[in-house]
């Protein structure tokens, strides 16, 4: 007799599990975007930005594992996405912050939207989970609206570009929250 794989029952409805594979495939596109950003910084010499930009997209891909996990332990099924039509080239180092900035507000959105449908249909199973995520979106969204701060704060003239690459290098324990003040200390 052939083994059963497949459970028949479960809480994740398939509707939930359709929009957490559509938020795989975002993490998915952020990870392939942000690699790609980061290979174009690294040709026109940002290395500290490059740099700052590679962790991102392998954190990308973090988010997008985590959630595969779940889906598959909750009994669905997690599908890899196409990954198509990212774009190489960007106008700007300014630009691609921008962008980054633009492309995290879209992903809270779409997280806050799963997270209400599951508050909606009463799943606090993956209500739950999506927590995570909630926090890691405020975090993001404050590294990347930090970042296009730097162009307008430093500015991009003389060693301003040159300033803002070694800026952007710090900036990952800007928004982890090991930067100053956020312990409660003055
Ligand atoms: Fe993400
Ligand atoms: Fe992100």
């Excluded at 080239?89 to 879209?106: P, Q």
């Amino acid at each position: 007799m052939k083994k059963q794989i497949v459970t028949t029952s479960r809480s994740l409805t398939e509707e939930t599990e359709d929009k957490l594979n559509e938020q795989i495939d975002m993490e998915g596109k952020s990870s392939a975007y942000y690699l790609s950003m980061a290979s174009w910084c690294e040709t026109m010499g940002y290395s500290n930005a490059a740099q700052f930009l590679y962790r991102h997209a392998e954190e990308e891909r973090q988010h997008m594992l985590k959630i595969f996990g779940y889906v598959n332990d909750a009994g669905g099924h997690a599908l890899q996405p196409e990954i198509t039509g990212i774009r190489h080239k960007f106008d700007s180092l300014r630009e691609v912050f921008e962008l980054i900035l633009e492309h995290e507000v879209e992903v809270t959105k779409s997280i806050n939207t799963i997270v209400d449908h599951c508050f909606q249909i009463k799943d606090f199973t993956t209500f739950n989970f999506l927590q995570w995520f909630v926090t890691e979106q405020r975090e993001e969204e404050t590294l990347a609206r930090r970042a296009v701060e730097l162009f307008v704060i430093i500015g991009e003239e003389g060693v301003g570009l040159w300033t803002i690459d070694q800026e952007i290098g710090n900036l990952d324990s800007f928004a982890t929250g090991t930067g100053p003040n956020t312990t409660g200390a003055i």
